[in-house]
């Protein structure tokens, strides 16, 4: 893992992915229009309410980013035991009871006259599925970014992903069911199973059995091959979403908007908090910054397939998760930038020490 987590850069798919959201909004509308039929068939394509199409992208779109999660990395959780309760906190204590929130707030009051009314509750669900997992791939790009501590970010994550096992599919049980939203529980578990359990397992069966043979070599190989599938599939992804939803955008193209509005108050309200409360507890600002981004990010991979699963590819949910991908990358690079340009003031702080060098990973 020392060579897959050293350095990654942000790479150009990533670096645009609002642009090639916005073309799959285009895409998907419009073929949507002129190929009805393909679109229903692929809906219609379920086992068991689980829709097969979706499944196989999703789990191209997870495995190849579990593959460079080392599990093995827990064993350096308690050298940054500060930043990491701080994460820990944010993540599974405040991130998707904030969002809940502010989906309440925003779109079930304040916005309310101006969304479909019969999907007030849809969409609701959909800000609450896209909080309450975080980023398991980007946030090493971002850590990168904010010359983070490689040591503290891949164990952050890969506790992150033991935990999210566990948490995902009561969270999310739990919120919308104070949100009075019907919740089907055994397609929620079900979910959980498909798109968290099995892809974890299959993802380290086989990270172990490439390393055995071929070291960071033939697992480095393998990523790169799946790396071009794993982006087709999110866009594939994203074009059937939107055909779905075609119609309901063309009608009203503001809903989009008013949906980025809770998601964006949440990830710099949980990023500042992660920030400030590492700075109050001490923690180098190597750590802070990833902390911060960690603390805000979301897996929206996962809460896109776990909307299509609950509720469909015409619900507000699904539409709401692909809002969170919309606005993934520019609002994350603003939090990059405000860490790095506040680190002065960060170290200011009368407990935090000023030697802030990121290490890189032991070989």
């Not at 829709?51 to 190849?64: R, S, T």
């Not at 999907?119 to 090493?140: E, N, W």
């Not at 490439?210 to 033939?218: F, N, V």
């Given at each position: 893992?020392?060579?897959?987590?050293?350095?990654?850069?942000?790479?150009?798919?990533?670096?645009?992915?609002?642009?090639?959201?916005?073309?799959?909004?285009?895409?998907?509308?419009?073929?949507?229009?002129?190929?009805?039929?393909?679109?229903?068939?692929?809906?219609?394509?379920?086992?068991?309410?689980?829709?097969?199409?979706?499944?196989?992208?999703?789990?191209?779109?997870?495995?190849?980013?579990?593959?460079?999660?080392?599990?093995?990395?827990?064993?350096?959780?308690?050298?940054?035991?500060?930043?990491?309760?701080?994460?820990?906190?944010?993540?599974?204590?405040v991130?998707?009871?904030?969002?809940?929130?502010?989906?309440?707030?925003?779109?079930?009051?304040?916005?309310?006259?101006?969304?479909?009314?019969?999907q007030?509750?849809?969409?609701?669900?959909?800000?609450?599925?896209?909080?309450?997992?975080?980023?398991?791939?980007?946030?090493?790009?971002?850590?990168?970014?904010?010359?983070?501590?490689?040591?503290f970010?891949?164990?952050?994550?890969?506790?992150?992903?033991?935990?999210?096992?566990v948490?995902?599919?009561?969270?999310?049980?739990?919120?919308?069911?104070?949100?009075?939203?019907?919740?089907?529980?055994?397609?929620?578990?079900?979910?959980?199973?498909?798109?968290?359990?099995?892809?974890?397992?299959?993802?380290?069966?086989?990270?172990?059995?490439?390393?055995?043979?071929?070291?960071?070599?033939?697992?480095?190989?393998?990523?790169?091959?799946?790396?071009?599938?794993?982006?087709?599939?999110?866009?594939?992804?994203?074009?059937?979403?939107?055909?779905?939803?075609?119609?309901?955008?063309?009608?009203?193209?503001?809903?989009?908007?008013?949906?980025?509005?809770?998601?964006?108050?949440?990830?710099?309200?949980?990023?500042?908090?992660?920030?400030?409360?590492?700075?109050?507890?001490?923690?180098?600002?190597?750590?802070?910054?990833p902390?911060?981004l960690?603390?805000?990010?979301?897996?929206?991979?996962?809460?896109?397939a776990?909307?299509?699963?609950?509720?469909?590819?015409?619900?507000?949910?699904?539409?709401?998760?692909?809002?969170?991908?919309?606005?993934?990358?520019?609002?994350?690079?603003?939090?990059?930038?405000?860490?790095?340009?506040?680190?002065?003031?960060?170290?200011?702080?009368?407990?935090?020490?000023?030697?802030?060098i990121?290490?890189?990973?032991?070989?």
């Amino acid at each position: 893992m020392a060579e897959l987590a050293r350095n990654p850069k942000i790479g150009f798919f990533e670096k645009y992915l609002t642009l090639w959201v916005a073309l799959c909004i285009v895409a998907g509308i419009t073929l949507g229009h002129l190929l009805p039929g393909v679109f229903h068939a692929v809906g219609a394509a379920e086992v068991a309410k689980v829709n097969i199409p979706v499944a196989v992208l999703i789990w191209l779109m997870v495995i190849p980013m579990l593959l460079k999660i080392d599990f093995a990395a827990l064993r350096e959780v308690g050298r940054h035991w500060r930043g990491i309760g701080v994460t820990l906190f944010v993540n599974w204590a405040v991130k998707p009871f904030s969002m809940a929130l502010l989906g309440w707030l925003f779109v079930g009051w304040l916005f309310r006259p101006y969304l479909p009314a019969d999907q007030i509750d849809s969409y609701i669900a959909g800000l609450i599925i896209l909080a309450a997992a975080p980023c398991t791939a980007m946030v090493f790009v971002w850590s990168n970014l904010t010359k983070g501590e490689p040591h503290f970010t891949l164990s952050q994550v890969a506790l992150n992903d033991a935990i999210m096992v566990v948490t995902f599919a009561p969270i999310v049980g739990l919120l919308l069911g104070l949100s009075a939203i019907v919740v089907p529980w055994d397609t929620l578990v079900l979910s959980v199973v498909l798109y968290i359990v099995i892809p974890v397992i299959v993802a380290q069966l086989l990270r172990r059995n490439l390393l055995a043979r071929g070291d960071d070599a033939a697992l480095s190989g393998l990523l790169r091959t799946l790396q071009p599938l794993s982006l087709v599939a999110l866009l594939a992804t994203l074009v059937l979403l939107f055909g779905f939803q075609g119609e309901q955008i063309l009608a009203q193209p503001m809903v989009i908007v008013l949906l980025a509005v809770p998601i964006l108050i949440q990830v710099y309200f949980n990023s500042g908090l992660a920030y400030v409360l590492n700075r109050i507890s001490g923690e180098q600002h190597c750590v802070a910054g990833p902390s911060a981004l960690i603390g805000a990010s979301n897996f929206f991979e996962l809460a896109v397939a776990a909307a299509i699963s609950l509720f469909g590819f015409s619900s507000g949910a699904a539409l709401a998760t692909v809002v969170g991908v919309l606005v993934e990358v520019p609002v994350m690079l603003s939090v990059v930038w405000i860490v790095n340009r506040s680190k002065g003031w960060y170290e200011r702080g009368a407990e935090v020490p000023k030697t802030s060098i990121a290490r890189e990973p032991a070989e």
